[in-house]
């Protein structure tokens, strides 16, 4: 299988400023265009650790794609680099990009600097890959079978880039169909989850591989990968056979989101949703708006973090908050009811529940949470026990709402 | 000086499925621990890429952070392969993270499986570092003086891990004395900072680094670094002197966050809050209520995503919103006061806009937000254009809500 490798040049990363997403991106595209890649690794800008890392690379994998370190300032020094390693006799200067650099300077009133200049200069003996979206032009250099792509860090540049090196790719190699699809199960463990395939995970061929892909917020994603003939069906086949082992564990396949599906099954239905939040805090409408055209189904949300606003809003009888407290499986049915009612919607989740670190007791500890779901037939109401943090015990609960409403709408 | 590299082993990396966030937090951190990263790497869950990668790392840091691969499940290698790389005679049940796992288990009244059983094994020769939040041990290794530590790759459980390894590792060898503080401003872009503090950062010594830390949830943060003597001191001079620059811009010093220094003013005040959110869609809300002891001070929220619960939870005049439309400065006001009002709350604020994709005209585009902020004294309204999506949006217009409440509160 062809293979290739990433390096990212570039202190900000070392240092934690900023987040590496172009690799990601960068993975994405070559692993759908059939390109395994077996590293991605981020340097300094440094001649001794760029030499050392292409060294490594050259050494594993058929090619190597390099971004960062071709900006005009001092401190960038990939192409001064790469031509060192590679053996380039001269600079010279590229004219179409030289032009580019000319025109974009001319369009902003400002003169070209001797920097700027440079930039248009490239190796010798390598091949340029035109940067129409900035002044750095991309290179291409082959040398004993090894291919080493260096191009802009600037993440729009480089994504306007790497579509030109993969089709030259494609004219150079021949490249498997490497398909992947991602099933999305929500509301069993991955230990559990493990154990329930357990045979059918046995019996994968060899040619498919399988990933657990765990989260809190999207439950536990199940990914098959594979280089054969005819692969989007034999996956198909597998995950129809899986489906049916996990039954309504399964929430959709990427790119479903418990939030997506849920807007899906309501379209469907043409029926409207509400939620009333205590402990999720708005978080679980949160997820609903984060789909676009949400409104349609989304008639909003009252989160009740005073028992005043409960009882005020929601209708909440405040004898019953006395008697049994908020934490509770009475008020979780009264706010799903309530909110059902005043926002005028078909259907409604609650949360009620003790989010931390404080406010816990021995008989409703912190991460406790009581839900209801609220449907124009019934009400029903449920209770679940979260060991996490304030931040992990808010997420799990709103994704416990999220996927009871969706086991409900489904039931229909 | 202690030099560290981070390897992070998982395909779901190398096929670009998810981003490598913790790699940079994890470096962020060490950093300003005074540990130098030389290289960051993400590599597959294979037991031939893992031994390379450390035999590799070995011999140029003092120091390999490896996260990823713990899990219960097949794929999942990294302990076994450490436990041949470090010659290790056998596995060890870890009694306190077997307790951990039987008592979350229980707590959710599921057996204990096999696979998780496993997860509390280590081997004899290398120490444990607990794992509080997850059922994954932590392990710190050590041979010819190189440590190795690995840790889960689940970020909450990483990001609670790190800070009893860097604890640790200052128990084993010195590190440089290094002092960060940051600086958190909202409401000023990062390139009008930059010119409005170039005078004050021309004239910083040379000992004392600046960094600027954008961010769309957070504003532009400013993080002063120095291993001199007497660092606190001094930054906090410099600091000192550049808030008179800046003047309300500042909101706080980390760990503050908007929400939490909202949410000290309002406890100084002994003052309520309410939010009634359209296109933010509870964000802001989730965002309050992510401040522990919040309950004292926020009532809740209205999110109005229909115009019905507008006008009937939120008394808004429906000929106003057919007259001028949901997205309006009306609107905003109508909704600050009638959330005010209706929650029974000292202060508000309000949000209407068009979040985007869809849903915008040319005089109301995409990313137009109306704002509303209510006092017992008056209710103002602004609007402002974002040009992100969807999320960003979102993300955006709760940030300058929160910042538009915490002017409020401090000019009283």
């Given at each position: 299988?062809?293979?290739a490798?990433?390096?990212?040049?570039?202190?900000?990363?070392l240092?934690?400023?900023?987040?590496?997403?172009?690799?990601?991106?960068?993975?994405?595209?070559?692993?759908?265009?059939?390109?395994?890649?077996?590293?991605?690794t981020?340097?300094?800008?440094?001649?001794?650790?760029?030499t050392?890392?292409?060294?490594?690379?050259?050494?594993?994998?058929?090619?190597?794609?390099?971004?960062?370190?071709?900006?005009?300032?001092?401190?960038?020094?990939?192409?001064?680099?790469?031509?060192?390693?590679?053996?380039?006799?001269?600079?010279?200067?590229?004219?179409?990009?030289?032009?580019?650099?000319?025109?974009?300077?001319?369009?902003?009133?400002?003169?070209?600097?001797?920097?700027?200049?440079?930039?248009?200069?490239?190796?010798?003996?390598?091949?340029v890959?035109p940067?129409?979206?900035?002044t750095?032009?991309?290179?291409?250099?082959?040398?004993?079978?090894?291919?080493?792509?260096?191009?802009?860090?600037?993440?729009?540049?480089?994504?306007?880039?790497?579509?030109?090196?993969?089709?030259?790719?494609?004219?150079?190699?021949?490249?498997?169909?490497?398909?992947?699809?991602?099933?999305?199960?929500y509301?069993?463990?991955?230990s559990?989850?493990?154990?329930?395939?357990?045979?059918?995970?046995?019996?994968?061929?060899?040619?498919?591989?399988?990933?657990?892909?765990?989260?809190?917020?999207?439950?536990?994603?199940?990914?098959?990968?594979?280089?054969?003939?005819?692969?989007?069906?034999?996956?198909a086949?597998?995950?129809?056979?899986?489906?049916?082992?996990?039954?309504?564990?399964v929430?959709?396949?990427?790119?479903?989101?418990?939030?997506?599906v849920?807007?899906?099954?309501?379209?469907?239905?043409?029926?409207?949703?509400?939620?009333?939040?205590?402990?999720?805090?708005?978080?679980?409408?949160?997820?609903?708006?984060?789909?676009?055209?949400?409104?349609?189904?989304?008639?909003?949300?009252?989160?009740?973090?005073?028992?005043?606003?409960?009882?005020?809003?929601?209708?909440?009888?405040?004898?019953?908050i006395?008697?049994?407290?908020?934490?509770?499986?009475?008020?979780?049915?009264?706010?799903?009811?309530?909110?059902?009612?005043?926002?005028?919607?078909?259907?409604?989740?609650?949360?009620?529940?003790?989010?931390?670190?404080?406010?816990?007791?021995?008989?409703?500890?912190?991460?406790?949470?009581?839900?209801?779901v609220?449907?124009?037939?019934?009400?029903?109401t449920?209770?679940?026990?979260?060991?996490?943090?304030?931040?992990?015990?808010?997420?799990?609960?709103?994704?416990?709402?999220?996927?009871?409403?969706?086991?409900?709408?489904?039931?229909?």
């Amino acid at each position: 299988m062809f293979t290739a490798e990433i390096i990212t040049i570039g202190d900000e990363i070392l240092i934690g400023q900023i987040v590496d997403t172009n690799s990601a991106w960068m993975a994405a595209q070559l692993n759908m265009a059939g390109v395994k890649i077996n590293r991605i690794t981020s340097i300094s800008d440094k001649e001794k650790d760029i030499t050392k890392a292409l060294q490594s690379a050259e050494k594993y994998s058929d090619m190597v794609l390099i971004t960062g370190g071709l900006g005009p300032t001092n401190d960038d020094i990939t192409k001064q680099t790469l031509a060192k390693y590679f053996n380039s006799r001269k600079m010279l200067v590229h004219q179409p990009s030289m032009d580019f650099i000319e025109a974009r300077f001319a369009m902003r009133g400002l003169a070209v600097s001797e920097l700027n200049r440079q930039q248009a200069e490239i190796p010798d003996n390598c091949t340029v890959i035109p940067n129409r979206h900035g002044t750095a032009p991309g290179m291409w250099f082959e040398k004993n079978h090894t291919i080493v792509v260096a191009m802009p860090g600037v993440p729009d540049e480089m994504k306007k880039m790497l579509p030109d090196v993969i089709n030259r790719l494609k004219q150079r190699v021949s490249l498997p169909d490497i398909v992947h699809k991602t099933m999305l199960t929500y509301g069993i463990s991955e230990s559990a989850l493990a154990e329930k395939i357990d045979a059918w995970e046995q019996a994968l061929p060899n040619e498919i591989s399988l990933a657990y892909l765990p989260n809190i917020e999207t439950g536990v994603k199940l990914r098959l990968s594979t280089a054969i003939h005819n692969g989007n069906e034999i996956i198909a086949q597998l995950f129809e056979n899986l489906a049916n082992i996990l039954g309504n564990s399964v929430y959709g396949y990427e790119p479903d989101t418990l939030e997506s599906v849920v807007g899906k099954l309501l379209r469907r239905r043409k029926a409207s949703i509400a939620t009333a939040e205590s402990c999720t805090g708005g978080k679980i409408a949160h997820r609903i708006t984060s789909i676009s055209g949400s409104s349609e189904y989304f008639r909003g949300s009252v989160v009740a973090y005073s028992n005043e606003v409960k009882t005020n809003i929601l209708g909440v009888n405040p004898s019953d908050i006395e008697k049994y407290g908020a934490v509770s499986s009475k008020i979780a049915l009264q706010m799903a009811k309530g909110v059902r009612k005043a926002l005028n919607a078909d259907f409604a989740v609650s949360t009620t529940g003790i989010a931390g670190p404080a406010g816990g007791s021995s008989d409703k500890p912190v991460g406790m949470c009581w839900f209801g779901v609220s449907t124009p037939q019934e009400t029903i109401t449920f209770a679940k026990q979260f060991g996490m943090d304030r931040e992990g015990n808010i997420a799990s609960a709103a994704a416990v709402a999220l996927n009871a409403i969706r086991l409900q709408l489904t039931e229909f």
